[in-house]
């Protein structure tokens, strides 16, 4: 009987020892990888993008003695503008989608650099993947803030946290795969073939706890 695996989207056929037995080296990303992460960077890059423009709206209101309603702004809880507004929303002392501007840019260039063939060494995929673990990291606290500080959904940071959490664990794959990232032999399998059960995993927990903390809201 043969036996059928499910690839991983960011692998590509494993190096020959003799590839292997150099280092450095440098890696490329399979398609879907570069796919992956080119569809991540354009949805956070939209995110930020949108949010930017409106939070210059209510700026500009402001100014002018008007008040501005960002479309995203449903009801008590999905409020982009009780977001906007709070003082998270300028973690770093500016707009917080000024920094996703361009950290969703730099996503877009490596994922169009790996359909395009190119091959990276290992300090530049540690550098890519702490880069997604500041952004996975950022954005746990602000969702944290959004939920227990603020006390207010923002559908577009939403997104943007969806984007970050997918791009983070499947880059960490690929640096584990590689070997880049020391890990057992088993952990190295399991990112081979189930990658995508972390995402998957960790979005549900985050769902979750959006759907507990407003139960009442939700169900009445």
């Not at 989608?97 to 996503?107: Q, S, T």
């Not at 490596?110 to 997604?132: D, H």
């Not at 584990?176 to 549900?204: D, N, S, Y």
Request: charged share 15%; proline share 5%; net charge positive.
């Amino acid at each position: 009987m043969s036996k059928t695996t499910v690839k991983d989207v960011s692998t590509e056929p494993e190096p020959s020892p003799e590839r292997t037995a150099g280092a450095p080296r440098a890696e490329g990303g399979s398609r879907a990888f570069g796919l992956l992460l080119v569809i991540t960077g354009v949805a956070g890059l939209l995110a930020a993008w949108v949010i930017t423009l409106d939070k210059f709206k209510l700026l500009e209101a402001k100014v002018a003695g008007k008040t501005f309603t960002p479309g995203c702004s449903l009801n008590p809880v999905v409020s982009c503008g009780s977001v906007m507004e709070s003082k998270q929303a300028a973690a770093f002392g500016f707009p917080n989608p000024m920094l996703g501007l361009v950290a969703y840019g730099i996503v877009v260039c490596v994922g169009m650099s790996l359909l395009a063939r190119a091959r990276f060494p290992r300090w530049y995929w540690l550098t890519f993947n702490a880069g997604t673990l500041f952004g996975v990291g950022f954005c746990a606290w602000l969702m944290f803030q959004s939920l227990y500080r603020i006390n207010a959904l923002c559908l577009w940071c939403c997104l943007a946290w969806v984007a970050t959490i997918v791009m983070f664990w499947y880059v960490t794959s690929f640096n584990v795969r590689k070997g880049f990232l020391p890990a057992p032999a088993w952990l190295r399998g399991f990112f081979g073939e189930f990658t995508w059960v972390l995402p998957v995993l960790h979005i549900g927990i985050i769902g979750m706890l959006i759907l507990t903390r407003w139960w009442d809201f939700w169900t009445s």
